[in-house]
């Protein structure tokens, strides 16, 4: 698959140590995708980073309701919620794009999930699926259709601004060697990746590995 400087873009989803082995809702493997990112980063011309940006005391936190449990689900306003364990704490050094992502041909940062009553999976809207991220704008005005995404985790945040993006008219291609899920129990014995997989494949989302990638 060949990049197109002019209308591709590398989308890295909440690279955050956070996130990673050591952080406070680590995805088994998470830091093996920083290699994969920087190289990466080298081929396309241009990308955006998200952050997972939260105020302490978030709705999404299970600290937040007195009773549950981590990855134990509730019902909010805008549907269902896993609650998580605190994490991404907005100004923490935890919740900075991980230090060893080069970051120069990220060109846009989009922190998330700042709102305290809401959460934020997705670069283009929060989990309303409706309050815009300011994202939908940016692509456009810079002409990007396809967008290429990487990070974690695949079955949250990955998944959730797949389908969006798809939903808004944008080419979506998973980089899945260069992303890692979490993988929380679903029904019938299946799994969060399981269940991703088959929602954004049955909407044209195409998956791939970064050694299918070559610079234009
Ligand atoms: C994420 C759970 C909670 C993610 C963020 O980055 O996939 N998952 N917040
Ligand atoms: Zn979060």
């Not at 305290?116 to 300011?134: C, I, K, M, Q, V």
């Not at 995404?149 to 079955?155: E, I, Q, S």
Request: proline share 7%; with cysteine; glycine share 8%.
């Amino acid at each position: 698959m060949q990049i197109d400087p002019r209308h591709d873009i590398l989308g890295l989803i909440d690279v955050q140590p956070t996130f990673m082995p050591g952080g406070e809702l680590p995805v088994t493997d998470g830091d093996a995708v920083l290699p994969v990112i920087n190289r990466l980063l080298r081929r396309f011309g241009h990308a955006f980073a998200t952050q997972d940006w939260h105020p302490a005391g978030h709705a999404s936190f299970a600290s937040a309701h007195p009773g549950r449990q981590p990855y134990d689900t509730i019902e909010m306003p805008y549907g269902q919620q896993v609650l998580w364990p605190d994490h991404g704490i907005a100004g923490t050094p935890s919740a900075e794009i991980h230090h060893d992502i080069d970051q120069t041909r990220i060109e846009v940062i989009i922190r998330k999930g700042f709102r305290p009553h809401l959460d934020s999976y997705s670069a283009l809207f929060e989990n309303d699926r409706e309050t815009p991220t300011g994202l939908e704008a940016w692509l456009r005005q810079r002409e990007f259709t396809r967008i290429f995404l990487c990070g974690l985790a695949t079955d949250f945040c990955v998944a959730w601004s797949a389908e969006d993006a798809v939903h808004l008219g944008f080419t979506v291609i998973v980089i899945q060697n260069a992303c890692r899920g979490i993988g929380l129990p679903a029904s019938d014995s299946r799994t969060t990746m399981d269940n991703a997989r088959d929602r954004l494949t049955a909407l044209g989302v195409m998956f791939i590995d970064s050694g299918a990638l070559h610079p234009a």
